[in-house]
T-cell receptor
Framework: AQSVTQLDSQVPVFEEAPVELRCNYSSSVSVYLFWYVQYPNQGLQLLLKYLSGSTLVKGINGFEAEFNKSQTSFHLRKPSVHISDTAEYFCALAGGTSYGKLTFGQGTILTVHP | DSGVTQTPKHLITATGQRVTLRCSPRSGDLSVYWYQQSLDQGLQFLIQYYNGEERAKGNILERFSAQQFPDLHSELNLSSLELGDSALYFC?????????????FGEGSWLTVV
C-alpha cells in the first residue's frame, strides 16, 4: 500500500519569510512525486513533479522540492513567500501498479501574513 | 485554466436523488480520473478511464458509476444520494494512463445533498 503524510496541517508565515512544507511518503515500489496547489474555490494546479534524475526539482512560482529517497521525503520550499501564496498545498504520489492515479496527502494550509 | 471542463459547478439536491456530473478532458488527453474531496476524507481517488475503458478503481461506492464516451468526455453518476455524499468532485485528465503523466484537474463540481 502507498501513503502520503503531510506533517503540518497549517503553516502560518510572514510575507518575505522562507517556508518549508513537509511531506513523507511510504511505498514498496519506486514512485513519482508531485506537489499541487489549490487556491480558494479553484481546482488543483501542478506546482512541480519528480520523476527521475536530479533530486532537486524546480517548479512554478519560485517553489522547489527535494526528493530524499533514504528519508522517503519530498519537502516543498520557497525562499520568500508572498501574500498570493496563501493556499492549500497537496503532496501526492503515483507509482507501481497505480495506473497513474494519485494518492494525496491531507493537505497543508499555508497562510501568509503581511 | 487547465483545459478540463466540469459541469455543473454547483448542485444542490435532496437525499435519495440521482445526479450526473459531466467532464470534458483536455484536448488530446485519453485518460480521465474522478476524485472526491471532502473535509473528513480529503482527496480520494474514485475511478480512472482510459480511451473508453475502465482502468483503475478506487474508493468508489456501489451507488456511484462512471463511464467515458467515444468522444472521451466522461460522466459520474451518483444515485440514492446521502448527506455524506456532499463534497467537491474533481475530474482530471492526462495524455496517457500510466504513472508519471501529469494529471490536470478541473475546477470541480460542488455537490450539496440536503
Amino acid at each position: 500500500a502507498q501513503s502520503v503524510t503531510q506533517l503540518d496541517s497549517q503553516v502560518p508565515v510572514f510575507e518575505e519569510a522562507p517556508v518549508e512544507l513537509r511531506c513523507n511518503y511510504s511505498s514498496s515500489v519506486s514512485v513519482y512525486l508531485f506537489w499541487y496547489v489549490q487556491y480558494p474555490n479553484q481546482g488543483l494546479q501542478l506546482l512541480l513533479k519528480y520523476l527521475s534524475g536530479s533530486t532537486l526539482v524546480k517548479g512554478i512560482n519560485g517553489f522547489e522540492a527535494e526528493f530524499n529517497k533514504s528519508q522517503t521525503s519530498f519537502h516543498l520550499r520557497k525562499p520568500s513567500v508572498h501574500i498570493s501564496d496563501t493556499a492549500e498545498y497537496f503532496c501526492a504520489l503515483a507509482g507501481g501498479t497505480s495506473y497513474g492515479k494519485l494518492t494525496f496527502g491531507q493537505g497543508t494550509i499555508l497562510t501568509v501574513h503581511p | 485554466d487547465s483545459g478540463v471542463t466540469q459541469t455543473p459547478k454547483h448542485l444542490i439536491t435532496a437525499t435519495g436523488q440521482r445526479v450526473t456530473l459531466r467532464c470534458s478532458p483536455r484536448s488530446g488527453d485519453l485518460s480521465v480520473y474522478w476524485y472526491q474531496q471532502s473535509l473528513d476524507q480529503g482527496l480520494q481517488f474514485l475511478i480512472q478511464y482510459y480511451n473508453g475503458e475502465e482502468r483503475a478503481k478506487g474508493n468508489i461506492l456501489e451507488r456511484f458509476s462512471a463511464q467515458q464516451f467515444p468522444d472521451l468526455h466522461s460522466e459520474l453518476n451518483l444515485s440514492s444520494l446521502e448527506l455524506g455524499d456532499s463534497a467537491l468532485y474533481f475530474c482530471a485528465s492526462s495524455v496517457g494512463a500510466s504513472s508519471g503523466n501529469t494529471i490536470y484537474f478541473g475546477e470541480g463540481s460542488w455537490l450539496t445533498v440536503v
